[in-house]
């Protein structure tokens, strides 16, 4: 078996281009791969599986152009390819093109990426866009490029030559990637066969989110042969990495590494040779940064202001807290619909936010406590105020009706002789006085000890003010220690959460 493997770098090296670049072109005579790849308007009007067309067709007009002799013509074309395809037993589109069909077909390969169309986080689909270039040796389709005017390449359809099988091992959409691809297959006069099929390939990756938004997931592309076994047919890739050349940046992802390798799939029935392409994706995080997480770090940071607001403002500190509350929870909506509901890899910020939540909601519970309390003294205060002024209003007219004295009357006869009993019983009473001694003659002087006693109003005011001031003090203590606690909790969580994403 021959086998032909001077292939050192990229894959579109194996294509073996002769010629200057400049014949290349796609439209007008004079105009190039770059001026063609560069026009905005031509590539607003592409669909995706045209420029994979495009780029497939251009890549094969390396191949095919440079190599027409101007000596030969259409005829000559037309006569090279009625002799290889429609009448020629020695062409079959199911039959491996070796003479010895105890050899194994080693087929090369190589991965050119065009795009990241999108990384589906909710359903963990990964879509990209490129084509793979395949060779090998076709030993049943050679000739002689002087019989037919120096014509040492031409194109054939791929109904018509044989071509690997390929299908889309770990898809989540069609099985067969290349079934209405219309890529050509280029045929040199020695037997050397390019195929370059593309398209958009959509594969289930499993996305590691735990470090999300500042995450880094593996996607491969898993590409097997399902007519022939490893025995029989074999890949070899050209390169280990997939080449960039042609790639377009994603505005969500960066490729930070690349790599293609081939392998033997073994299956519980039989084995079939494979092609794994790995992306490593790097997920540009500014957006999500500013979008999500700073505002969902400052959210949680005034959380913690409504211990500062006075308890005096009631429903304000309360509503300042439940408004807080709702916000974390529309954020948490937001971030949960942009990440699977898988639980495998949880992802750190989920675990934040519900810390944050939790927060949240004992900062409501601990300031309805302390606005509860507040009320409960001023309650008691308007109580205690208007029981002192009832107390203080019978007691002034307590203390205003012995002063009021009857009016006088005109004193009669009888009423002088009684008055002057009444003296002498007083002279009388006034000198048994002066015999008891002088304490008592004091106190009979004393007005004070003839005023009415005052009922202990100080002693009761001053225990219902140590009541009521104590009311108060539980709830500024209790307002002062929860700003502490809740701050050093808050600061703990979100360092220890910034901390482990950056690591």
């Known amino acids: 078996m021959r086998f032909v493997t001077e292939y050192n770098t990229s894959p579109l090296d194996a294509i073996h281009v002769p010629g200057p670049i400049a014949y290349v072109g796609v439209g007008d005579a004079g105009s190039g791969w770059g001026r063609c790849m560069g026009d905005e308007h031509v590539g607003q009007r592409m669909t995706r599986k045209g420029r994979v067309y495009l780029t497939c067709m251009t890549i094969l007009r390396f191949i095919v152009t440079p190599s027409l002799s101007h000596a030969a013509s259409y005829h000559d074309v037309v006569s090279l390819t009625e002799t290889l395809v429609p009448n020629s037993s020695r062409s079959k589109p199911l039959v491996r093109p070796l003479l010895d069909q105890n050899d194994v077909l080693l087929v090369t390969v190589g991965f050119v990426l065009l795009s990241i169309v999108e990384v589906d986080e909710v359903y963990e689909i990964f879509s990209c866009n490129g084509f793979l270039v395949l060779n090998w040796d076709n030993q049943v389709l050679r000739w002689n490029a002087s019989d037919f005017g120096g014509v040492s390449s031409t194109l054939l359809h791929t109904d018509h030559v044989f071509t690997p099988r390929i299908e889309l091992f770990n898809t989540v959409g069609e099985r067969d990637p290349f079934?209405?691809?219309?890529?050509?297959?280029?045929?040199?006069?020695?037997?050397?066969?390019?195929?370059?099929?593309?398209?958009?390939?959509?594969v289930n990756c499993k996305l590691k989110l735990t470090k999300f938004p500042f995450d880094k997931q593996t996607c491969i592309v898993e590409l097997v042969d399902i007519d022939f076994p490893p025995e029989m047919l074999s890949f070899v890739a050209v390169s280990s990495s997939v080449l960039l050349d042609f790639?377009?940046?994603?505005?969500?992802?960066?490729?930070?590494?690349?790599?293609?390798?081939?392998?033997?799939?073994?299956?519980?029935?039989?084995?079939?040779?494979?092609?794994?392409?790995?992306?490593?994706?790097?997920?540009?995080?500014?957006?999500?940064?500013?979008?999500?997480?700073?505002?969902?770090?400052?959210?949680?940071?005034?959380?913690?202001?409504?211990?500062?607001?006075?308890?005096?403002?009631?429903?304000?500190?309360?509503?300042?807290?439940?408004?807080?509350?709702?916000?974390?929870?529309?954020?948490?909506?937001?971030?949960?619909?942009?990440?699977?509901?898988?639980?495998?890899?949880?992802?750190?910020?989920i675990s934040y936010i519900f810390i944050l939540l939790s927060i949240s909601v004992l900062s409501?519970?601990?300031?309805?406590?302390?606005?509860?309390?507040?009320?409960?003294?001023?309650?008691?205060?308007?109580?205690?105020?208007?029981?002192?002024?009832?107390?203080?209003?019978?007691y002034r007219i307590g203390f205003l009706g012995p002063s009021i004295s009857p009016p006088e009357k005109d004193l009669t006869s009888s009423n002088k002789l009684d008055a002057k009993k009444n003296s002498a019983g007083n002279a009388q009473s006034k000198h048994q006085d002066n015999a008891k001694g002088p304490k008592c003659q004091d106190q009979a002087k004393d007005p004070k000890s003839q005023e009415k006693p005052r009922p202990a109003r100080l002693s009761v005011e001053?225990?219902?003010?140590?009541?009521?001031?104590?009311?108060?003090?539980?709830?500024?203590?209790?307002?002062?220690?929860?700003?502490?606690?809740?701050s050093a909790v808050w600061v703990s969580v979100t360092v220890a959460y910034l901390a482990a994403l950056l690591t």
């Open 179 to 202: 079934r209405e691809n219309t890529a050509p297959v280029a045929v040199r006069d020695n037997g050397r066969t390019t195929w370059i099929p593309g398209n958009v390939f959509h």
């Open 247 to 349: 790639y377009s940046e994603n505005g969500e992802w960066e490729v930070e590494s690349t790599n293609v390798c081939t392998d033997v799939l073994k299956l519980p029935m039989e084995s079939l040779s494979s092609i794994a392409v790995s992306l490593t994706l790097k997920r540009k995080p500014k957006f999500l940064v500013l979008s999500v997480l700073l505002p969902i770090v400052f959210l949680s940071l005034m959380n913690l202001l409504v211990f500062i607001i006075p308890k005096e403002s009631g429903e304000l500190k309360i509503n300042f807290g439940v408004t807080v509350l709702l916000a974390l929870t529309v954020f948490q909506s937001l971030v949960l619909d942009m990440l699977p509901p898988s639980s495998e890899s949880m992802p750190l910020i």
């Open 364 to 394: 409501v519970v601990v300031s309805v406590f302390i606005v509860r309390l507040h009320h409960i003294a001023e309650r008691k205060e308007k109580a205690q105020k208007a029981e002192a002024n009832y107390k203080a209003a019978l």
């Open 462 to 486: 001053s225990k219902c003010k140590l009541e009521l001031n104590r009311y108060r003090a539980i709830a500024k203590y209790i307002d002062r220690a929860s700003l502490v606690l809740f």
